[in-house]
Nanobody, 129 residues
């Protein structure tokens, strides 16, 4: 059974940082993609970042970021802990949303939430002064 559990959300001031983690279990595939998504009130869920794994290794050059977070957010994977993290720096009020991690087979459009079958429960991120 595939499980994804997010943690690390909370309140940050504008310009501050938060680190989200997604613990992945039960996903026994050699080719998959892990994505971070967010959904603000009244808005559609949007892709934030993703990384693709082939034969157990992150594929160089296949990491994706939404334009709105490039240069501020960094996605990474911890092989030992089997987690995928999203380091969020220089946070802005418009980053406020519920953040979700998701997993599925490799995709040509990894920032499209419709490509994903497995989802975590989400964690709230609020950026406010």
């Amino acid at each position: 059974q595939v499980q994804l559990v997010e943690s690390g959300g909370g309140l940050a001031h504008p310009g501050g940082s938060l680190r989200l983690s997604c613990a992945v279990s039960g996903f026994a595939l050699d080719y998959y993609v892990i994505g971070w998504f967010r959904q603000a009130p009244g808005k559609e869920r949007e892709g934030v970042s993703s990384l693709s794994v082939v034969d157990g290794s992150v594929v160089d050059g296949a990491t994706k970021y939404a334009d709105s977070v490039k240069g501020r957010f960094t996605i990474s994977r911890d092989d030992v802990k089997n987690t995928v993290s999203l380091q969020m720096n220089s946070l802005k009020p418009e980053d406020t949303a519920v953040y979700y991690c998701a997993a599925d087979l490799l995709s040509l459009v990894p920032l499209d939430p419709k490509q994903y079958e497995y989802w975590g429960q989400g964690t709230q991120v609020t950026v406010s002064s």
